[in-house]
T-cell receptor, first 115, second 111 residues
Framework: KNQVEQSPQSLIILEGKNCTLQ??????????LRWYKQDTGRGPVSLTI?????NTKSNGRYTATLDADTKQSSLHITASQLSDSASYIC??????????????FGKGTKLSVIP | NAGVTQTPKFRVLKTGQSMTLLCAQD?????MYWYRQDPGMGLRLIHY???????AKGEVPDGYNVSRLKKQNFLLGLESAAPSQTSVYFC??????????FGAGSRLTVL
């Protein structure tokens, strides 16, 4: 069964500090992995996408890594800001053939950045 | 470019009442989805559509029906609402393997 596990469930950090969120998956065959940011009361918004051949990808202060061998991804946030407070969701896509894709969602990590 | 628009944003129902949530997208996306999000559960797929006139069941389809009569619209119906259907509902659309674009959500409370 395809599964995506995220850790920690929640995290509180001080403004200006760095943090790393983890995503482990047992999805096969792998197509891509995305990290989404969901602000309270809003829909998720894509931060970054990782394909099989990519190890690292940055989007401003967000850096995602992917280890396809161990089926792990991380999202590193540098110099956190209060606006980083949100839930971060890992989503892995599999290709089922005939143009059909399946998405498996993690439960998310709730990040709180405090002054 | 509005993206994905959900209506209504908030709704309170009594047990047994019916209602329809409307999702509209203006990106010409083939795929559309309805998810529900509950505390500690993450996003769970209710129903989805791979194109106009098609629908399919997701992970938690019971108690819901959907229709995709037009490519840009995906309707989610509750025929007889139950308190267990109190949740935040998100519609999303995508094209191929591209990114999911989510609506802002519809918060439903069933008393």
């Amino acid at each position: 069964k395809n599964q995506v596990e995220q850790s920690p469930q929640s995290l509180i950090i001080l403004e200006g500090k760095n943090c790393t969120l983890q995503c482990n998956y047992t999805v096969s065959p792998f197509s891509n992995l995305r990290w989404y940011k969901q602000d309270t009361g809003r829909g998720p918004v894509s931060l970054t996408i990782m394909t099989f051949s990519e190890n690292t990808k940055s989007n401003g202060r967000y850096t995602a890594t992917l280890d396809a061998d161990t089926k792990q991804s991380s999202l590193h946030i540098t110099a956190s800001q209060l606006s980083d407070s949100a839930s971060y969701i890992c989503v892995v896509t599999t290709y089922s053939g005939a143009g059909s894709y399946q998405l498996t969602f993690g439960k998310g990590t709730k990040l709180s950045v405090i002054p | 470019n509005a993206g994905v628009t959900q209506t209504p944003k908030f709704r309170v129902l009594k047990t047994g009442q019916s209602m329809t949530l409307l999702c509209a997208q203006d990106m010409n996306h083939e795929y559309m989805y309805w998810y529900r999000q509950d505390p500690g559960m993450g996003l769970r797929l209710i129903h989805y559509s791979v194109g106009e006139g098609t629908t399919a069941k997701g992970e938690v389809p019971d108690g819901y029906n959907v229709s995709r009569l037009k490519k840009q619209n995906f309707l989610l119906g509750l025929e007889s609402a139950a308190p267990s259907q109190t949740s935040v509902y998100f519609c999303a659309s995508r094209s191929g393997a591209n990114v999911l674009t989510f609506g802002a959500g519809s918060r439903l409370t069933v008393l």
